[in-house]
Nanobody
Framework: QVQLLESGGGLVQPGGSLRLSCAASGRVFRVNVMAWYRQAPGQERELVASITSGGITNYADSVKGRFTISRDNAKSTVKLQMNTLKPEDTAVYYC???????????????WGQGTQVTVSS
């Protein structure tokens, strides 16, 4: 059974920084795209940033220049460094990974349980 385990959320003042981490545990054969999504109250879940196994990154316009996504392929981990945080970044952040658990299995999408990020003075 594969799980995505997130850590690093919390309360921070505007202008501050946080780093989120996510690790895939269990039987993992291959990990393709890893990403972070977020969902604010009353809003739909949105893509924040993604990174391919080759290191190609993609960011939402609202976080470009402030957030950085990175991954360690050997450890099946992904991190999100968030700088210059704004109140509108407040949301539950979810880790997502497209991965397979066996050599002859296609990719499936897995989600973490979510971690709360609150930006407030």
């Amino acid at each position: 059974q594969v799980q995505l385990l997130e850590s690093g959320g919390g309360l921070v003042q505007p202008g501050g920084s946080l780093r989120l981490s996510c690790a895939a545990s269990g039987r993992v054969f291959r990990v393709n795209v890893m990403a972070w999504y977020r969902q604010a109250p009353g809003q739909e879940r949105e893509l924040v940033a993604s990174i391919t196994s080759g290191g190609i990154t993609n960011y939402a316009d609202s976080v470009k220049g402030r957030f950085t996504i990175s991954r360690d392929n050997a450890k099946s981990t992904v991190k999100l460094q968030m700088n210059t945080l704004k109140p509108e970044d407040t949301a539950v952040y979810y880790c997502n990974a497209d991965l397979s658990t066996r050599w002859n299995e296609g990719l499936s999408s897995y989600w973490g349980q979510g971690t709360q990020v609150t930006v407030s003075s």
